[in-house]
Structure formats: C-alpha cells, structure tokens
C-alpha cells in the first residue's frame, strides 16, 4: 500500500527545492551582460541552458502540484489514463508518475 503521507512530504520538499532553483536561474538569468563580445557569447550559451532548466523545473513543479492535488482527492496512485493502480515501485522513483508504466510508455513510444 502506498504510504501517501510520505510521498507527499517527498513532493513538498522537491517542489520547496525547484521552487528555490528557480529563483536562483531567474536571478542569474536578470544579471547583465558581459561588455566583452566572447564573454556574451559564453554567457548567451549560459543563458540557454538556464533557461531549459528552468522550463524543465517549471513542468516538474506542474506535475508535483497536480500530484499533490490528486492525494487531496484520494486520486494519487490511480493512473490518469487507464484508471489502474500506479506500482509502488514506480511512485517511489518518480512521486509525481501520473501515469502506470505500460500508459507511459504508449504515449512516449
């Protein structure tokens, strides 16, 4: 049986610690540019790939909240698609796992 009181102290503490990333990458990515024209190049590439951590933290923080809304509506565990329990196994690498491994693995084929 899945121990949803755990899983949802684990998904409050990974969306407190995205939450905290990006205000980090938010910060670096305010902070102004080099005069140098290599250095703004480098800090560009920077830029870019700050922004893809923060596109990628923003779509995780998504899903934890929708988790965390499904364990408000005893709907955590139960996949989104099929309606099948979720494997334990499964929860506990990714908490925030919508969806049962064989869904997840049809819509991503």
Do not use: F, W
């Not at 590439?45 to 893809?52: I, K, N």
């Not at 499904?70 to 908490?95: F, K, N, Q, S």
């Amino acid at each position: 049986m899945i121990d949803t009181e755990k899983q949802k102290a684990r998904l409050v503490a990974r969306k407190a610690e995205l939450e905290s990333r990006l205000v980090r990458i938010e910060s670096e990515l305010d902070e102004p540019m080099n005069a140098d024209a290599d250095e703004r190049a480098v800090e560009r590439h920077d830029d870019e790939v700050l922004e893809a951590m923060g596109e990628a933290g923003l779509s995780e923080l998504r899903a934890i909240d929708a988790a965390l809304d499904r364990i408000t509506h005893d709907r955590y565990g139960i996949c989104a698609r099929c309606g099948e329990d979720i494997a334990e196994a499964r929860l506990e690498a990714v908490p925030h796992a919508a969806l049962c491994q064989s869904c997840h693995a049809e819509i991503n084929a």
